[in-house]
């Protein structure tokens, strides 16, 4: 049914108006990193401003402190992106192909691994790295956000994995293609945008993490979510420095969006339609 004009207007003014909501805590930010220090919280508000990159320049150039905790949080995001994809592949297509015993069981304590708070494991994970002494280095951060990465992996993997009809890969294994085989040759090239939006989820995972990096790093390897935090000082609050870092970390997760936004509609429509 046709919607008369009237309809139409108050059904754009309505999107226009969560698109606001959502819109203007993000935009406000970006003024609040662009703006004097000065003018953050002057009354009443200032809102023409002549827009500087002070702020950047501090945090990020000279003397540069968030500088190196931004290495670090693309060095412990990917590399525990690239350590999760091996062992939940594996996993999922396991769950996926081979008739298991306890396959419910072990998806529904995976499932509660993903749903569990974070700080629930800092304690034991603290004294297993502290005996293993690999606090404050990256593969401590690595390894332990596999407990959020692999969980939330195997879940949408396996998702992929159910949609690939299982006929192909017995057409293959008739004609002598082991398992091994017809991962590599069938059901990964078939699932390639399922993997990929995988690892961008898994990415955004490890790169918003902030309980374990802000327990098991140090000053040299710190992320940049802990160094954010190094603004809040007793002597006061400097916002535009908060600003300036929060921006920063918002772009690559929104750069990998952008670049793989194709990926994203081909998985989330994978299996839409089926032969």
Same mark, same amino acid.
């Given at each position: 049914?046709?919607?008369?004009?009237?309809?139409?207007?108050?059904?754009?003014?309505?999107?226009?108006?969560?698109?606001?909501?959502?819109?203007?805590?993000?935009?406000?930010?970006?003024?609040?990193?662009?703006?004097?220090?000065?003018?953050?919280?002057?009354?009443?508000?200032?809102?023409?401003?002549?827009?500087?990159?002070?702020?950047?320049?501090?945090?990020?150039?000279?003397?540069?402190?968030?500088?190196?905790?931004?290495?670090?949080?693309?060095?412990?995001?990917?590399?525990?992106?690239?350590?999760? *994809?091996?062992? /939940?592949? =594996?996993?999922?297509? @396991?769950?996926?192909?081979?008739? &298991?015993?306890?396959?419910?069981?072990? #998806?529904?304590?995976?499932?509660?691994?993903?749903?569990?708070?974070?700080?629930?494991?800092?304690?034991?994970?603290?004294?297993?790295?502290?005996?293993?002494?690999?606090?404050?280095?990256?593969?401590?951060?690595?390894?332990?956000?596999?407990?959020?990465?692999?969980?939330?992996?195997?879940?949408?993997?396996?998702?992929?994995?159910?949609?690939?009809?299982?006929? *192909?890969?017995? /057409?293959? =294994?008739?004609?002598? @293609?082991?398992?091994?085989?017809? &991962?590599?040759?069938?059901?990964?090239? #078939?699932?390639?945008?399922?993997?990929?939006?995988?690892?961008?989820?898994?990415?955004?995972?490890?790169?918003?993490?902030?309980?374990?990096?802000?327990?098991?790093?140090?000053?040299?390897?710190?992320?940049?979510?802990?160094?954010?935090?190094?603004?809040?000082?007793?002597?006061?609050?400097?916002?535009?420095?908060?600003?300036?870092?929060?921006?920063?970390?918002? *772009?690559?997760?929104?750069?990998?969006?952008?670049?793989?936004?194709?990926?994203?509609?081909?998985?989330?429509?994978?299996?839409?339609?089926?032969?």
């Amino acid at each position: 049914m046709a919607l008369k004009p009237y309809q139409k207007l108050l059904v754009y003014a309505s999107w226009a108006a969560v698109l606001l909501f959502f819109l203007t805590p993000i935009v406000w930010f970006w003024a609040l990193a662009l703006r004097p220090q000065a003018t953050a919280f002057a009354m009443p508000p200032v809102f023409w401003f002549r827009p500087q990159l002070d702020a950047f320049y501090y945090t990020f150039v000279d003397p540069g402190i968030n500088a190196p905790q931004l290495r670090n949080s693309i060095l412990v995001s990917t590399g525990a992106t690239l350590l999760n *994809l091996p062992f /939940a592949l =594996a996993a999922a297509y @396991a769950l996926a192909r081979f008739p &298991l015993r306890g396959k419910r069981f072990f #998806l529904l304590w995976y499932l509660s691994l993903l749903m569990a708070p974070p700080v629930v494991y800092l304690i034991p994970y603290f004294i297993l790295m502290s005996r293993l002494h690999l606090t404050g280095s990256y593969l401590s951060m690595v390894l332990i956000l596999q407990t959020l990465t692999i969980p939330m992996s195997i879940w949408l993997l396996k998702s992929f994995i159910d949609e690939v009809p299982v006929e *192909l890969e017995e /057409a293959a =294994a008739v004609d002598g @293609a082991g398992w091994f085989v017809r &991962l590599t040759q069938i059901t990964l090239p #078939l699932t390639l945008p399922g993997i990929v939006v995988t690892s961008m989820f898994a990415f955004v995972f490890s790169w918003n993490n902030v309980v374990f990096p802000l327990v098991l790093s140090n000053q040299a390897t710190m992320t940049l979510p802990v160094g954010t935090m190094n603004y809040f000082a007793t002597a006061g609050i400097t916002w535009n420095y908060i600003a300036a870092t929060s921006v920063m970390a918002m *772009l690559p997760p929104m750069a990998i969006f952008l670049l793989l936004g194709r990926y994203i509609v081909r998985g989330l429509t994978f299996g839409a339609v089926k032969g």
